[in-house]
């Protein structure tokens, strides 16, 4: 028998995709051939890897700089409890390569199995950033944008232009996804087509703000896997598209064709656009310097003498002080958790009729309250115009602080 072109258990182990029409051996060998890099190991970073892992992609690069946090858990499954405060890449490469929890037929006991040894991971703990990002991207065939934030996306969309490759971009929030692939084949657009100008730095909440069902990343986070494999084994349209994603819409999958790339873009329009031009955009500038610091911002306002720490709440309430106590987070927040004395008004309520919310005495103080610290300062900000020289403040660090410095049994979410 002539020498084969793969080991001879991966017939077994990929003959399922392999006896696929279209895909066949010479699918599996492209694969092995090939290598992806996912830039983010979180929530669309892990489920991608998974069925990347899985499918034989033979080189296959992590990249970020974050370690695994308790709140990731939820959605971010290649890690584990065992893996809390280690770097999110090595966790994700850890299990890459044994992520399978299977249960052994004869004892029942719970193992962990490698399944896919045989496969390259490159274990990049740093953050990406214009200076090392062409360096680090160049050696890989197709990119994945797994972030989730605006700086990123740019860069990343930058240099796959200027690299010539494929980006498989993914994005998820609330109950909402998206997928679209950037620079694909000679015309396809980047992402500074479709979205010239970065959003402001306040309306690009995290999941931390903003909230996401891990599910939803699961479903995106694969279909760039899905993506990623149909280009690198040759059965993709190489048509651009944006596909939009709603867990509530009915239907929840929509398919929008897009254009060719814009002539006039400033990045894959220019052809002019190269590696010197990348590295003298700083892209957190671009997307309009770094998420402003509330806390900083109120004191810049000249509030200093209008807030009050989590000590001074403790010490009013502790005393029965008459206190007005108001928690600006959502409805749906506040139903989690709140404060005994505390009144739930959600900050668009608030802003809309500060005057409502006022006490009928004066002399009363307001005290307000959210999670983190800065919709309080806004909230406050809206009464103060409505009432001058009365006591109004808002509560440094919020809830998260109450729990970290009062009490440790209020929940953290
Ligand atoms: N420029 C970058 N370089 C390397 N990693 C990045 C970069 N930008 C984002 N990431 C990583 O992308 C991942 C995005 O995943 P995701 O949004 O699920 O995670 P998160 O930041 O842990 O979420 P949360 O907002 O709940 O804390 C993060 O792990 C983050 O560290
Ligand atoms: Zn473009």
Known sequence: MALLPLPLLDYQRYGRQMILDGFGLSGQVKLKQSSVVVVGAGGLGCPALQYLAAAGVGTIGIIDDDIVELSNLQRQILHAESSLGIPKAESAADSAKRWALCKHIHTLELMRIRINSSIRVDVIKDRLTAQNALDILCGYDIILDCTDNAPTRYLLSDASVILKKPLVSGAAQKYEGQLVIYSLGPDGPCYRCLFPKPPAPEAAGTCEETGILGVVTGIIGNLQALETIKLLTGLHEMKPSMLLFSALGTPPFRSIKLRSRKADCVACGNKDFNLSMIMETDYVQVCGG?????????????????????QDLKKLLDEGQTLNLIDVRPSTEFGICQLASARGVPLHELVAKPESYLPADRNTPTYILCRLGNDSQIAADALRSSRPNCEIRDVIGGLRAWSKEIDPNFPIY
């Open 290 to 310: 770094p998420r402003p610091d509330w806390v900083q911002l109120g004191l810049a306002n000249g509030h200093a003498g209008h807030r009050a720490t989590v």
